[in-house]
């Protein structure tokens, strides 16, 4: 069956980086486009990126542009968040996602706290 497993969360401090592994099985991850959002505490989900299946088109929300980039390994069945210049606002649960399939991960908690 379709499984996303993500790794890569924790704590770190403003203006540090994180970065997110989702390992993707179950269907054919080079076909699809994916995506990542998050959910902050007490508010709805919030759509971070996306990446086209073959990894050459990447889009963002205005929050994260030039902080955030999304890529894929397609060989590895895996796609990435690399967070960097974080601030105390993207503290939130992190998930993968597969949009075509409304499959997503677990969740991961990425907190900003000095």
């Known amino acids: 069956q379709v499984q996303l497993v993500e790794s890569g969360g924790g704590l770190v401090q403003p203006g540090g980086s994180l970065r997110l592994s989702c390992a993707a099985s179950g269907f054919t991850f080079s076909n699809y486009v994916m995506s990542w959002v998050r959910q902050a505490p007490g508010k709805g989900l919030e759509w971070v990126s996306r990446i086209s299946s073959g990894g050459a088109s990447t889009y963002y929300a205005d929050s994260v542009k030039g902080r955030f980039t999304i890529s894929r390994d397609n060989a590895k069945n895996t796609m990435y968040l690399q967070m960097n210049s974080l601030k105390p606002e993207d503290t939130a649960v992190y998930y993968c996602?597969?949009?075509?399939?409304?499959?997503r991960s677990q969740g991961t908690q990425v907190t900003v706290s000095s």
């Open positions: 996602a597969n949009p075509s399939s409304g499959a």
